[in-house]
């Protein structure tokens, strides 16, 4: 599985960015997507997260009713909609996955993949 990050960027605090995660390979064992970000000296931490097979989106505290987790199917795409960022929103965010790697008849379960990140920056 591939992960690919876009749409980050530099905004003014109150203003609105939507990230984008494009996935490719064996999605099919893909059970749970999520958006991480990780800022400048701290731990990286989650963000929200969706089961592959529906069901209500979770959240972090700090972003509940402002960023909107959401995907497309047709697309195999990801987005995270952050709306009102606040400057404590800098950071670098990533895409995530998590589902079975098989090679063969060898399946390792639960293996996380991870996109490469896109940077958003909020000044105030």
């Given amino acids: 599985v591939q992960l690919v990050e876009s749409g980050g960027g530099s905004v003014q605090a109150g203003e609105s960015l939507k990230l984008s995660c494009a996935a490719s390979g064996s999605l099919n064992k893909i059970y749970t997507m999520a958006w991480y970000r990780q800022a400048p000296g701290k731990q990286r931490e989650l963000v929200a997260t969706m089961l592959s097979g529906g069901g209500r989106p979770s959240y972090a505290e700090s972003v509940k009713g402002r960023f909107t987790i959401s995907r497309d199917n047709v697309e195999n795409t990801m987005y995270l909609e952050m709306k009102d960022l606040k400057p404590e929103g800098t950071a670098m965010y990533y895409c995530n996955a998590v589902g079975d790697?098989?090679?063969?008849?060898?399946?390792?379960?639960?293996?996380?993949?991870?996109?490469?990140?896109?940077?958003?920056?909020?000044?105030?």
């Fill in 101 to 124: 790697r098989c090679s063969g008849y060898e399946c390792i379960r639960g293996y996380e993949y991870w996109g490469q990140g896109t940077q958003v920056t909020v000044s105030s």
